[in-house]
C-alpha cells in the first residue's frame, strides 16, 4: 500500500535559518507528491506540489523536488520567518489509490524571533 | 470565496449521544472526504464520496456514518459518541481524485466527548 515518512517533529529554527523537512514514500502506482500546511486553529492548505520526477514546486518561497530514484520529496526554504511557524504535512496522491490523499504525520514548525 | 464549510466549529457530546457535522463545498466538486486528526498524529481518512450517491468507507469507518445526497453536501454522523472519537475533524473536496487529488480543506470541528 501507499505510505508518507516524514521527518519527525517537532523542529525549531531561529529566523532567517534554512529550513529542511524530510519525506519520503512508498507508492503502488506514480504519484503527484503535495506540501500542505496547517496554520494554529485552521485548515490544511495546499503549500506545493509535483505530478512528475524532477518537477520542483514552488510557492512561498519553499520548494521541493520530486525525486523518483530516492522516493523522496523533501521541503526547503533558505530563509524561515516567524510567520511560517505551522504543521507541514507531506501527501501523495496516486491513481493506484482509492481515491484518496495519503498523508504523512505532519511536522510541526517554531520559528523564533 | 467559500470553498468548504464545516458546521460546528466546536462541540462537546456526553457519552451515548449522537450528532452530525456538516460540510458544505459550493466549487462543484466531485470528490469529498472526511479526516480526523488526532494529537500529533497525521490525518486518517473515515470516509469519501467521488459523486452523488456514492459513499466509501475510508481507513477508520468504525462509529460514522455518511451520506450523499447532493454534490454540495457530505454531512458526518455520529451515532452512540465515544471518547475515543475525541479529534479535530475535516472536511475536504477535490475536483478529481487519483494523483490529481488537490484537497480543500474546510477549517475543521473540534469534538470532545466526555
Known amino acids: 500500500g501507499n505510505s508518507v515518512t516524514q521527518m519527525e517533529g517537532p523542529v525549531t529554527l531561529s529566523e532567517e535559518a534554512f529550513l529542511t523537512i524530510n519525506c519520503t514514500y512508498t507508492?503502488?502506482?506514480?504519484?503527484?507528491l503535495f506540501w500542505y500546511v496547517q496554520y494554529p486553529g485552521e485548515g490544511l492548505q495546499l503549500l506545493l506540489k509535483?505530478?512528475?520526477?524532477?518537477d520542483k514546486g514552488s510557492n512561498k518561497g519553499f520548494e521541493a523536488t520530486y525525486r523518483k530514484e530516492t522516493t523522496s520529496f523533501h521541503l526547503e526554504k533558505g530563509s524561515v520567518q516567524v510567520s511560517d511557524s505551522a504543521v507541514y504535512f507531506c501527501?501523495?496522491?496516486?491513481?493506484?489509490?482509492?481515491?484518496?490523499?495519503?498523508f504523512g504525520s505532519g511536522t510541526q514548525l517554531t520559528v523564533l524571533p | 470565496n467559500a470553498g468548504v464549510t464545516q458546521t460546528p466549529k466546536f462541540r462537546i457530546l456526553k457519552i451515548g449521544q449522537s450528532m452530525t457535522l456538516q460540510c458544505a463545498q459550493d466549487?462543484?466538486?466531485?470528490?469529498m472526504y472526511w479526516y480526523r486528526q488526532d494529537p500529533g498524529m497525521g490525518l486518517k481518512l473515515i470516509y469519501y464520496?467521488?459523486?452523488?450517491?456514492?459513499?466509501d468507507k475510508g481507513e477508520v469507518p468504525n462509529g460514522y456514518n455518511v451520506s450523499r445526497s447532493t454534490t454540495e453536501d457530505f454531512p458526518l454522523r455520529l451515532e452512540l459518541a465515544a471518547p475515543s472519537q475525541t479529534s479535530v475533524y475535516f472536511c475536504?473536496?477535490?475536483?478529481?481524485?487519483?494523483?490529481?487529488?488537490?484537497?480543500?480543506f474546510g477549517q475543521g470541528t473540534r469534538l470532545t466527548v466526555v
Open positions: 475536504a473536496s477535490s475536483p478529481l481524485g487519483g494523483r490529481n487529488t488537490e484537497a480543500f
Open positions: 507508492a503502488t502506482g506514480y504519484p503527484s
Open positions: 509535483a505530478t512528475k520526477a524532477d
Open positions: 501527501a501523495l496522491g496516486d491513481s493506484g489509490s482509492a481515491r484518496q490523499l495519503t
Open positions: 466549487m462543484n466538486h466531485n470528490y
Open positions: 464520496s467521488v459523486g452523488a450517491g456514492i459513499t
